[in-house]
C-alpha cells in the first residue's frame, strides 16, 4: 500500500473534520457548522480571486498591455498601429475599473457604464441564439410528418418502432396541452379546459421526473461523503498501523 | 388527548429520517453487492459515437464541476477520459467554471498518466477563462482567442497536439461534462451557432431539463447524474465508484419511497387531510 504523508494525512483530516461539521447541522445548528460554513465562504473568495488574477488577468491583460507598451522600444511597426494596439490593451482595463467608482457615493453611478456595456453586449449575442435554440429548434421538434408516425405504429417495425411512435403522439399533445395551462386570455372551461387540465398532469409528471432525479442527486453527494469518510478512516489506520 | 400511531408519525422528530436515511445509505457502501445497471440509450450514444472515431482524433471534454458536485460528475469525467484514451484519441479540454480548475486539472493529469499519456502531445488542458458564454464563442472562431496560453502558461502553438488544431471544425465532437447551467451556452453557442455535435454530462437535478434536445436533435447524447456515470463505466468495461454507489442509490431510493408512502398514509389517517 501506498505510504501518505504526514502532510497528506493532516489535510484529509482536516476535510474530514469539515464534512463533519457540516452534517451536525442535521442535529441542529452550531458553533461547528456555523465555523465550516464561514470558511468556505472565505476560502471561496480567496481561491477565486487567486485562479482569476492567474489564469485572466496576466494572460488576457496585463500581458498583452505591457508587451503593447513595449512595442514602442522596436522599430518595427508604425507608430499609429502601436498607439491602436495600446488602446485595444488599455480600453477593456479601463472600463473595468470603472466598477470600482460603487465604493464611493459620488461617483457609484459611473459603475453602471462597464454594467450596461456587458448587458448590452451579452443580450446581443445571446437573444438571436437563444431564439434559434431554445424556441425555434424545439418548435420544429414537435412538427412531425403524421405519416411517419402512423408508419412507425402500423408498419410492423417492432416493439422499439411502435413505442417510438406512440412516444411521439405523447410529445406532440404534451406540449400542446402544457402550453394550453399557461394561455390565460381564455377561460380554462370547455375543451380548452379539458387540454390545460391535461397539460397540468404533463407539468406535474414533468415535475415527478425532475423530484426523482434531484433525490438520486441528493443521495449520491451523500454517498460522495460517504466514501470519503471511509477513505480516511482507511488511510488513518494505514498512517498509524505502518 | 391522546396521540395514535398517526399522529406520533406526523410529529415524528425528521433526525430519525435523517438517521435512517444515512444508516441505509451507509451500510450498502460496506456490503458491496454487484446492483444491475440497465444501459439507456442516451448514454449508449454517447460511447458510440467515442468508440467509432478513429485513433488520432481530437476529442473535446469540457468539464465543469467543483467539489460540491465532484460526487456525481467526477466518476462521469474520469470514465469519458478513461474510453477516450484508452481509444488513443487526443483531448482538448477545459474548466469554465472557476471552482473546479484544479479538481478538473488533477483529474485530467490522473488519468492521462494512467494511460501513459503526454502532455501537449495526447491532451491539452485550457484552464479557466471568465464569461463562458463569451469564451465558447470566442473558440469557435479560434481557441487562440481566449486561450493565448494553456493552463500551464504554454503558447498553444508550441504543443504538438495543437498543429492544426484552429477551432470547433477541428474537433470531431464535444463530450461537456457539466454541472451547471452554462450547459445553455454550449447548447446555443458552440451546437447552435458553430454546428459542432454535442453530448452532454449533468448532474441529476438538472438533467430532466436536458432531454428536450436530445429529442430535438440537439445533443447526440445525455449522461444524468452518478446513473449515467454508472452506466458508461459498465459500457467501458470498468467499474468504478458509480457502480459501487449504485447499491446505496436503490436501498436509499426504496426507504425514500417508503417514507413518502407512510407520510402520506399518516396525513389522511390522522385526520390531517380533511382538515386542509
Known amino acids: 500500500m501506498e505510504s501518505i504523508s504526514i502532510g497528506t494525512m493532516f489535510w484529509m483530516t482536516v476535510a474530514a473534520f469539515l464534512t463533519f461539521c457540516i452534517f451536525s447541522f ?14 468556505v465562504v472565505g476560502i471561496s473568495a480567496g481561491y477565486w480571486i ?52 460603487r465604493f464611493f457615493k459620488k461617483t457609484s453611478w459611473v459603475s ?44 410492423g417495425g417492432g416493439a422499439a418502432n411502435f413505442f417510438q411512435g406512440i412516444g411521439e403522439i405523447i410529445i406532440i399533445i404534451g406540449s400542446i396541452c402544457g402550453l394550453a395551462y399557461f394561455y390565460f386570455s381564455a377561460e380554462h372551461k370547455g375543451i380548452f379546459g379539458g387540454a390545460a387540465k391535461l397539460g397540468i398532469w404533463i407539468l406535474m409528471i414533468g415535475f415527478g421526473a425532475t423530484f ?25 489506520s494505514g498512517f498509524f498501523g505502518s | 388527548m391522546k396521540n395514535n400511531i ?7 422528530d425528521r433526525r430519525w429520517v435523517y438517521l435512517v436515511i444515512g444508516l441505509v445509505t451507509f451500510l450498502p457502501i460496506l456490503v458491496m453487492v454487484d446492483m444491475p ?52 484519441l487526443k483531448v482538448i479540454s477545459t474548466a469554465l467554471q472557476i471552482q473546479g480548475v484544479l479538481l478538473i486539472e488533477q483529474d485530467l493529469r490522473t488519468i492521462a498518466d494512467e494511460y501513459d499519456k503526454v502532455y501537449g502531445e495526447d491532451y491539452v488542458f485550457l484552464g479557466y477563462k471568465p ?27 508550441d504543443l504538438s497536439m495543437m498543429a492544426g488544431v484552429s477551432n470547433y471544425s477541428s474537433v470531431a465532437c464535444i463530450v461537456n461534462i457539466n454541472a451547471t447551467s452554462g450547459v445553455d451556452s454550449w447548447i446555443n453557442y458552440a451546437n447552435g451557432r458553430y454546428g459542432v455535435d454535442l453530448a452532454l454530462g449533468v448532474t441529476a437535478v438538472i438533467a430532466t431539463d436536458y432531454y428536450a434536445f436530445l429529442q430535438s436533435g440537439q445533443i447526440f447524447g445525455l449522461m444524468g447524474g452518478l446513473k449515467g456515470a454508472a452506466e458508461y463505466e459498465r459500457l ?23 417514507f413518502i408512502i407512510i407520510g402520506n398514509v399518516a396525513f389522511f389517517a390522522s385526520g390531517r387531510g380533511n382538515r386542509a
Not at chain 1, 27 to 36: G, L, M, Q, S, T
Request: glycine share 8%; charged share 15%.
Open chain 1, 112 to 155: 453602471r457604464w462597464p454594467i450596461a456595456y456587458y448587458l448590452g453586449v451579452s443580450a446581443g449575442v445571446a437573444l438571436p441564439l437563444y431564439l434559434q435554440g431554445f424556441v425555434i429548434r424545439q418548435v420544429a421538434a414537435n412538427m412531425m410528418d403524421p405519416r411517419s408516425i402512423f408508419g412507425m405504429i402500423f408498419a
Open chain 2, 37 to 88: 445497471v440497465q444501459i439507456t440509450s442516451e448514454v449508449k450514444s454517447v460511447f458510440d459515437r467515442v468508440e467509432t472515431l478513429p485513433e488520432g482524433t481530437v476529442i473535446m471534454i469540457p468539464m465543469e464541476y467543483s467539489p460540491d458536485t465532484m460526487a456525481e460528475l467526477q466518476p462521469m469525467a474520469r470514465a469519458v477520459l478513461r474510453h477516450c484514451f484508452s481509444r488513443g
Open chain 2, 236 to 258: 467501458i468495461g470498468r467499474k468504478g465508484v458509480a457502480n459501487k454507489a449504485m447499491t446505496s442509490v436503490s436501498v436509499a431510493h426504496v426507504f425514500i419511497i417508503l
Open chain 1, 26 to 39: 442535521l442535529y441542529r445548528d452550531n458553533p461547528f457548522y456555523r465555523f465550516a460554513e464561514h470558511l
Open chain 2, 6 to 12: 398517526w399522529d406520533r408519525l406526523m410529529n415524528l
Open chain 2, 131 to 157: 464569461y463562458p458564454d463569451i469564451v465558447i464563442l470566442n473558440m469557435g472562431e479560434n481557441f487562440r482567442k481566449p486561450f493565448p496560453l494553456d493552463y500551464y502558461n504554454n503558447e498553444l502553438d
Open chain 1, 212 to 236: 426523482g432525479y434531484t433525490v438520486m442527486a441528493r443521495i449520491s453527494l451523500l454517498i460522495g461523503r460517504l466514501n470519503y469518510l471511509i477513505e480516511w478512516v482507511g488511510a488513518l
Open chain 1, 50 to 101: 487567486a485562479i482569476l488574477y492567474h489564469t485572466s488577468l496576466t494572460d488576457l491583460w496585463i500581458d498583452p498591455l505591457f508587451a503593447s507598451v513595449t512595442a514602442f522600444g522596436n522599430a518595427e511597426g508604425s507608430v499609429a498601429g502601436k498607439i491602436g494596439m495600446l488602446m485595444v490593451n488599455i480600453l477593456p482595463g479601463a472600463i473595468g475599473l470603472l466598477m470600482f467608482s
